[in-house]
């Protein structure tokens, strides 16, 4: 992620993340709220330390139900204190005592039956509540809250999305290339991990060399909808659309067909991805469409606060969106949970090594 295009500059402020699991809360937003009828049972799970798939996989196996009946709208990081919810699918009128699934870790905030089956996107956004300590530069950082309040980032998908060293990334290829991949879940991650990075890489490419400078042939996007359009040229009305946010700049999720950007906009999107052919053409083949994808990243109801050095950041993003796509352009951050994860990893690989080096020895 480093390398990809600061849309503010590089920051020059440093800062730590997660130092405490308390450092990072997110809590979900749904679109709609739960009927209180139906054989879908709707929970609201405060968590902490506990991944999302670990969390289903608790609720299937007190329920008595097939891990199958049990979903949810989106992941959540494991090492952070999260809000979000879950279905779990029980015909009939049995009511669990969901209260009994109480711990140290989780709590069952809130139970309702619903008529629907939740499903993976189905949130209206996320907010978040972030805490970054050690910050060096308290001015500089300000300075850029400020500018991101008033044109956002780029709306890059996140390490997430890309697994530890990049690994889902890697798998993708793999797949691209013929290798089978027996979990669905797993290989839709991978594939969505290769999509990912074309358009992160479009993304930097485009606001490295044009800005965020319209281009003739954009294809914009209508906020808050996933319909768009073809600007072939930028006369006052389309610019006064762009600059009042009722339209926004877009990036390609690959797939099959012609690209959606025209003119200028796509000779620039075909420049930033002639290394990625092979890329391009595994994506075609697996069966996915051309989409877009807002370029720019807007957080909503943006507030920050400094203690001494400890700035408490709050916004909210649409779903889909990356809370760390927000936070690179605040100050160069260090993830403390995840560099403790690299050293447990070296430490281990250590260990085996010295292991292997002994059993070898005559």
């Known amino acids: 992620m480093n390398e990809l295009h600061y849309l503010h500059g590089k920051p020059q402020s ?73 279905g779990v699918r029980i015909p009939g009128k049995e009511m669990p005592q969901w209260e009994e699934l109480n711990s140290d870790k989780l709590t069952v905030l809130s139970s309702s039956r619903h008529g629907k089956k939740l499903r993976i996107g189905a949130l209206l956004g996320n907010q978040f509540i972030l805490t970054l300590r050690g910050i060096t530069d308290v001015i500089e950082v300000s300075e850029r809250l400020a ?15 890309f697994g530890h060293d990049g690994k889902n990334l890697v798998m993708g290829r793999q797949m691209l290339l013929g290798k089978k991949v027996k979990d669905r879940k797993k290989s839709s991650m991978y594939l969505s991990a290769v999509r990912s990075n074309i358009f992160n890489q479009v993304v930097s490419h485009r606001l490295a060399t044009q800005g965020n400078t319209p281009m003739d042939g954009d294809c914009v996007m209508l906020a808050g909808s996933r319909s768009y359009f073809v600007a072939d040229s930028w006369d006052s009305t389309v610019q006064a659309r762009l600059d009042e946010k009722d339209i926004q700049l877009s990036a390609p999720l690959w797939g099959r067909g012609a690209p959606l950007a025209k003119g200028t906009a796509a000779e620039l999107e075909a420049a930033a991805l002639v290394d990625y052919a092979s890329d391009l053409e595994g994506l075609e083949n697996a069966g ?17 606060k400094f203690d001494a050095d400890v700035l408490t950041l709050e916004f909210i993003l649409p779903a889909g969106s990356f809370a760390t796509s927000i936070l690179r352009e ?33």
């Open 288 to 304: 996915l469409d051309q989409e877009r994808r807002p370029l720019l990243l807007e957080p909503q109801g943006l507030k920050y």
């Open 14 to 86: 440093q800062g730590l993340l997660r130092t405490h699991n308390s450092d990072f809360m997110v809590n979900e937003i749904l679109p709609f709220s739960p009927t209180g009828e139906g054989e879908h049972h709707m929970l609201h799970i405060r968590k902490e330390g506990l991944n999302t798939v670990f969390v289903a996989e608790m609720i299937a196996k007190f329920a008595k139900v097939h891990p199958k009946e049990v979903t949810y709208a989106g992941q959540k990081d494991k090492h952070a204190i999260t809000e979000q919810w879950f």
């Open 147 to 161: 500018l991101i309040a008033k044109t956002g980032v780029p709306n890059y998908f996140g390490e997430q999305r």
């Open 330 to 362: 605040v100050c160069l951050y260090q993830d403390v949970k995840e560099r403790q994860w690299q050293e447990f990893v070296s430490t281990q690989a250590q260990s085996l090594e010295a292991q292997t080096n002994s059993e070898a020895k005559p």
